[in-house]
């Protein structure tokens, strides 16, 4: 129980951000099979695929907290639910646009606990050596990079892991030794250095406490506007190792996902 605030073992709301996107790929086992006979189809007539870049989450709205008091296995029921198929923007060598938008809403027991819009991000390649331009970042998955932009940075503007931590402490961010990853940061936040992971739930933990710039307070995160993960460079982190377990019902869009407490 590594993540407990204020004296409380509560889910972490990464944990719903996962839990969505993991409802969302068991959702389209069937659909990604279909769709790939159909790419393929269209790779040997003109050379032309969709290819997915990312996965974007937008107006996820956090209604209320999950304790992991005395529980040994958490259990979420998932459905998932077909909105809008969005439009398409030019970029680079191809065009640049999103998968059909879905909405998820999340239960635990009896009670919705967060709901959200969840799609992917495709380019359609139209020749073969086009490529999709990403947003600027200041963070940087390549260590050597990350150290060259922490050696050019002034020592005064960053915060060290022992700093930063027994300061979450005195607000009542109590995190226990898998969800301190940051190494270190700058003062307001642009530029993070984070341990090894290979739990997408600690590590989207540690990228929003990277967020928090000097805490005066206990606050706990209620909205995410939008969180896109681009597929470049995520392994470095994370390797792509389940958080949990699961089982769905594709002709219902419901879904179970299980976390072991």
Known sequence: LDHVIDGHPLFPATGHVVTAWQAFNKCSTNTKANANAKANSMTKANSKADTVEGICFENIKIL??????????????????????????????????????????????????????????????????????????????????????????????????????????????????????????????????????????????????????QPNGLYLPTEIGELTIYNTGIDTFCNGSSDSSSSSNSESSSNVIEYNN
């Open 64 to 213: 209320s907290a999950v304790s992991m008091a005395g529980v040994d296995i958490l259990t979420f029921n998932v459905s998932i639910v077909e909105l809008e198929t969005t439009g398409t923007a030019a970029g680079g060598g191809g065009t640049s646009g999103s998968g059909k938008k879905m909405r998820f809403t999340i239960r635990f027991k009896d009670d919705v606990v967060c709901s959200g819009h969840i799609k992917t991000i495709t380019t359609i390649n139209t020749n073969t050596d086009s490529t999709t331009p990403r947003p600027s970042s200041k963070f940087y998955s390549d260590p050597a990079t990350l150290v060259s932009v922490m050696d050019s940075t002034k020592t005064t503007d960053l915060i060290e892991k022992q700093y930063i931590y027994s300061n979450f402490a005195r607000y009542g961010y109590e995190y226990g030794p898998k969800f301190r990853l940051i190494q270190q940061k700058t003062i307001d936040g642009t530029v993070l250095q984070l341990g090894q992971t290979n739990k997408w739930i600690i590590y989207l933990d540690n990228m929003l406490q990277g967020s928090i710039h």
